[in-house]
Structures are given as C-alpha cells and as structure tokens.
C-alpha cells in the first residue's frame, strides 16, 4: 500500500466520547502505511476518548474541531463506528455539516459498523447501497438506502464514492478498500 496515497490528508471524525479503538487505529495505520495523512476532526477541542467495546482504551489528540475543518482540505472522510460515537456525532450540527459537505463535494467517504448513523443524519443515503452493523439496517432504509450483510460495499452511485463495512472482523477488507478509493 505504500506511497498511494502519497501526501494526501484524510479526515477521521469522530466523537469526543466513544470511538470504538480499533476502528479508528486500524484505518488510519492504513492512510498511514499507504503515505498519507490522517487528521483526527472532533466537536470539541483537545483529546478524544476510544474504547474497547465498552471498556475506556486510548486517548488521542485532535488535530481539528469540526467547525473549524474544511472538507476542501482532504482527500476523503472516515466515519470510524463504535455506538456512541455515530449518536453523539448526530447531535452536533457542526458534525453533520462536515459529513454533508463531502458528498456535496464529490469526496469520497468511509464508514464501518454504526458510523453510517451520521450519514443518516446528514441526509446523504438515499438511493446508496451500504452496509453496517446490523442493527442499523432499518434506520438506513427508513433514510432511502438499500442495506446488504457483505464484508465490504463500495458503492458510487451518487455525487461521490461511499466505502461501508459491518464490524471490526471486515477491517483488513475495509482498509484495503478505502485507501484504493482514497487513491
């Protein structure tokens, strides 16, 4: 994977509370790995609190507030999952504003298990077709989206490219999706 996504910046936003660790740790090594560079975006200024499951694991630094980050600036936006973090991101207009503003860009965008719940949100599923935890299935229909239990969906009918998987088992599919997309 290394040098495709060569000096590109990719946007992670995630909740202040609730990000389930491994989603965000593994698709950023990726960005990462793949040479370029993941920027962590959150409501709030200061450190981020990750998960696992419902035990507290990591905190990272944030690089950007919501309000304060430009969807012009990055090459893509990954929408890390964990239950908390898609719902506290729902609540923050700043949030949903900054997802909007990639699909009205053209950008394309990841998220796995709940993070499709900000898309939701934002408004942007409507005629897509998406995976997710489960348990999102119906909200992502009642938002206009077709719901598919596969590992990895890539779907780019619509103004931009959506990459969405279900759990944490379909990372190493989902990281290998996104950076090909974000490339």
């Not at 090594?29 to 370029?36: E, F, T, Y």
């Not at 304060?68 to 700043?94: E, H, I, Q, S, Y």
């Not at 796995?112 to 599923?125: K, S």
């Not at 938002?143 to 190493?172: F, Q, Y």
């Amino acid at each position: 994977m290394n040098g495709e996504l060569t000096g590109r910046k990719v946007a992670f936003l995630v909740a202040n509370e609730g990000i389930e660790q491994v989603e965000l740790t593994e698709p950023w090594r990726a960005v990462a790995d793949a040479g370029g560079q993941p920027v962590l975006v959150a409501p709030e200024a200061g450190e981020v609190q990750a998960f696992n499951h419902l035990d507290k694991a990591d905190r990272f630094p944030v690089d950007r507030t919501a309000a304060d980050a430009d969807p012009a600036d990055f090459a893509g936006l990954v929408l890390p999952g964990g239950v908390a973090n898609p719902d506290v991101l729902r609540t923050k207009p700043d949030a949903v504003a900054f997802v909007r503003g990639f699909f009205t860009a053209g950008k394309p965008v990841a998220a796995i298990c709940h993070g499709p719940w900000t898309m939701v949100e934002a408004d942007v599923v409507r005629d897509r077709t998406l995976t997710s935890w489960p348990s999102l299935q119906t909200d992502l229909r009642n938002a206009g989206a077709s719901w598919v239990d596969e590992p990895v969906m890539v779907c780019s009918a619509g103004p931009n490219v959506l990459v969405t998987s279900r759990k944490p088992d379909d990372l190493p599919a989902f990281c290998d999706e996104l950076v090909k997309t974000f490339a």
